[in-house]
């Protein structure tokens, strides 16, 4: 792996960004450049960069196995699986459809938008403002980096306008799977989402879950290696919406996704890895930054399988 590699990559890949568009459903996010494309790859000694790595963007869905994690510490495996099942749904990460219809009474897993919300009542806190300060402190820890905040300006957009959130929520109420008030669920929901990062940002916290939850230069272990294997699990089978089968076959590294145009991945005691493609295809993942990954992953011989 070197710089060089890097960058003869984004150059070769920047085309497919003509191929999709940026998220509009959240009109904030509209704001973003349709052909930017950046990446960061970082491994125990070094740190390889090129394209747009150190431009900022709302992390969105690559939150939430983050947030699954603290909520594991939080309250142990027992309740969160009370809540929120651990099969993949072949359904996009908004799909109300299944929460009716799954005879488990709950939604299948936390790394679609239902899973997630019920995983962010399951924070620990006496209000919102305890939790949210918690989950970046979380975030801040994973990546060494204190200046993470959360984007006002994107929060408030999908506040106003995350109509089916909100309905999967009170739904979800309905179904007992969320804790407390449904509109607090929600905010911390939107607010973890808003969370601004870059893929260096990414990239360390793949490693981290690269290596089990241990931060290999301080030999501090930050997450109990058992949820950092669970997180990586439901990466591999969840994290990229319906095209999680897909994207195990082609590139094969535990990977998760979001609107923003994130992707983080985790390459077992190798690499930790974060891209920023924002123009998505239709299920909603980074178009470029999909097919970078490929191509890397077999380069570097990355895939678990
Ligand atoms: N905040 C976004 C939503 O709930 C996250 C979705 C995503 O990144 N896939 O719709």
């Given at each position: 792996m070197d710089k060089k590699y890097l960058d003869s990559i984004i150059k070769e890949y920047k085309?497919?960004?003509?191929?999709g568009q940026v998220a509009?459903?959240?009109?904030?996010?509209?704001?973003?450049?349709?052909c930017d494309l950046g990446i960061a790859i970082i491994d125990r000694d070094n740190i390889f960069t090129a394209g747009e790595w150190e431009k900022k963007f709302t992390i969105q869905s690559v939150s939430k196995p983050i947030v699954l994690i603290l909520a594991l510490m939080d309250r142990g495996e027992d309740k969160i699986f009370e809540l929120v099942g651990k099969e993949p749904t072949?359904?996009?990460?908004?799909?109300?459809?299944?929460?009716?219809?799954?005879?488990?009474?709950?939604?299948?897993?936390?790394?679609i938008n239902a899973g997630a919300i019920s995983i962010s009542s399951l924070?620990?806190?006496?209000?919102n403002e305890e939790r949210l300060a918690r989950i970046l402190n979380f975030f801040r820890l994973l990546s060494d980096n204190e200046s993470l905040e959360v984007n006002q300006d994107v929060f408030k957009s999908e506040k106003e306008t995350g109509n089916r959130n909100r309905s999967l929520a009170y739904f979800l109420k309905d179904i007992h799977?969320?804790?407390?008030d449904v509109e607090e669920a929600l905010d911390l929901y939107f607010m973890q989402c808003s969370i601004e990062v870059n893929t260096l940002d990414l990239a360390k916290i793949g490693l981290i879950l690269a290596n089990d939850g241990l931060n290999i230069n301080t030999g501090?272990?930050?997450?109990p290696k058992k949820y950092a294997k669970i997180a990586k699990t439901f990466m591999l089978?969840?994290?990229?919406?319906?095209e999680s089968g897909k994207f195990a076959i082609d590139v094969g590294i535990p990977s998760k996704s979001g609107v923003g145009g994130g992707i983080m991945s985790s390459v077992p005691q190798r690499y930790g890895i974060g891209v920023f493609g924002p123009s998505l295809n239709k299920k909603g993942n980074s178009v470029a930054g999909m097919r970078m990954l490929e191509k890397i992953s077999k380069d570097y011989e990355m895939s678990i399988f």
């Open positions: 085309h497919y960004t003509i191929e509009d459903y959240i009109p904030e996010l509209k704001k973003m450049e349709r072949g359904d996009p990460f908004n799909s109300m459809v299944r929460l009716e219809t799954y005879t488990m009474n709950k939604p299948l897993n936390p790394m924070i620990k806190g006496k209000d799977c969320i804790e407390g501090e272990q930050l997450i089978t969840c994290g990229m919406y319906d």
